[in-house]
């Protein structure tokens, strides 16, 4: 059982435009969601994270938007470049069963047209 | 600044054939963990440590085995190796406090004919 839904599967973008990536997630005790950027070959790398206290959180063209009542979270990458073409994976997990231990989702793969 | 080593970087097994999985990090973190990543199903923890002497059970633990004797190492065991084993498999390391980054290895990509 999936702890945490991506969409969508892969998305393909024009360079200068917005990529959305969506999350989803059921289970409450979940307190920290980290999303993940991935080339081919390489380990996974932390990208932005976010803690449900706050709604939005962004760090230069990568913005989380966080909605607690729904469940959900997102991923915006506004003027996307072709550099930023790769997989995405959102994750979750909670404080009390460690931070590091992580649920993913099922990646997104980007890709970013010239 | 090595980070977090694996290795080997391939490997081809047999069913039946057991291997170690190495890992290594250098960031002096107490927790370690491994997962393994399959096409479609993102990344999923199959064993993890919070420091030297304490493992516990991920995701999907069945089939594999771990020990932590120091805090820079961390490996992973196959004891029998099974077809549904093919996958790549990552080490991470972190602090484990709170709002706390997981570091990744390279990975290793392991194949069972």
């Known amino acids: 059982q999936q702890q945490v839904k991506q969409s969508p599967q892969s998305l393909i973008v024009q360079k200068g435009g917005i990529s959305i990536i969506n999350c989803a997630y059921e289970n409450t005790a979940f307190d920290y969601f980290p999303w993940y950027q991935q080339f081919p070959g390489k380990g996974p790398a932390l990208l932005i994270a976010i803690r449900p206290d706050v709604s939005e959180k962004k760090e230069g063209r990568f913005t989380i938007s966080f909605n607690k009542s729904a469940k959900q979270f997102s991923l915006h990458i506004m003027d996307s470049q072709p550099g930023d073409s790769a997989t995405y994976f959102c994750?979750?997990?909670?404080?009390?069963?460690?931070?590091?231990?992580?649920?993913f989702g099922t990646g997104t793969r980007l890709t970013v047209i010239p | 600044n090595a980070g977090v080593t694996q290795t080997p970087k391939f490997q081809v097994l047999k069913t039946g054939q057991s291997m170690t999985l190495q890992c290594a990090q250098d960031?002096?973190?107490?927790?370690m963990s491994w997962y393994r990543q399959d096409p479609g199903m993102g990344l999923r923890l199959i064993h993890y440590?919070?420091?030297?002497?304490?493992?516990d059970q991920g995701e999907v633990p069945n089939g594999y085995n771990v020990s932590r004797s120091t805090t820079e190492d961390f490996p992973l065991r196959l004891l029998s190796a099974a077809p549904s084993q093919t996958s790549v498999y990552f080490c991470?390391?972190?602090?484990?406090?709170?709002?706390?980054?997981?570091?990744f290895g390279q990975g290793t990509r392991l194949t069972v004919v």
């Open positions: 960031m002096n973190h107490e927790y």
């Open positions: 994750a979750a997990s909670s404080t009390l069963r460690g931070a590091n231990n992580l649920f």
């Open positions: 991470a390391s972190g602090s484990g406090g709170v709002n706390t980054e997981a570091f």
């Open positions: 440590s919070v420091g030297a002497g304490i493992t």
